[in-house]
């Protein structure tokens, strides 16, 4: 993967530069985007829960199709840098693709400045083993299962 990307590219190219691996290596592998959550009509605020895609494998916070999901989740997020603007504010405020997008830094436990794919995990950034399938639970029941995490 490194091989096709240019050094410290997240700190000099402006996000709709980046090449498709860039873009993707901007993925820290929390898992967060793929919880389900609760946004409120009347605030604007948002909820994370617990509870996460059916394609979410909630040990590796990967999807399990990511190539095909839509196939699968039709109203799963197509992140670009023009859909980034609208969705942003509900990301994960540990996201690189939401803290480059408002001009931050990414947090140094990122993968792409340890050089170490689990650094997310290994730091407790991650979802791993808190997640429950959204099969397993009613819509109604979602309000028992908010996090902590705030977008």
Not at 4 to 31: M, N
Not at 37 to 57: F, N
Request: proline residues 9%; contains cysteine; aromatic residues 10%.
């Amino acid at each position: 993967m490194t091989d096709k990307l240019r050094p410290r590219f997240w700190e000099t190219i402006p996000l709709s530069k980046l090449t498709a691996p860039e873009w993707e290596a901007l993925c820290d592998g929390c898992g967060k985007c793929c919880l389900n959550k609760i946004e409120y009509e009347d605030t604007g605020e948002v909820d994370y829960t617990r509870i996460a895609c059916r394609l979410l494998d909630g040990e590796t916070c990967r999807c399990t199709q990511y190539p095909i999901r839509h196939q699968f989740v039709p109203d799963c997020v197509r992140l670009t840098p023009k859909t980034l603007p609208k969705i942003a504010y509900w990301m994960p405020r540990t996201c690189a693709y939401r803290l480059l997008y408002e001009g931050q830094p990414i947090p140094d436990w990122h993968p792409l400045n340890t050089g170490d794919p689990d650094s997310t995990h290994k730091t407790g950034n991650s979802v791993r083993g808190i997640t429950v399938p959204e099969f397993e639970v009613h819509e109604d029941d979602w309000d028992d299962y908010i996090i902590e995490e705030k977008p």
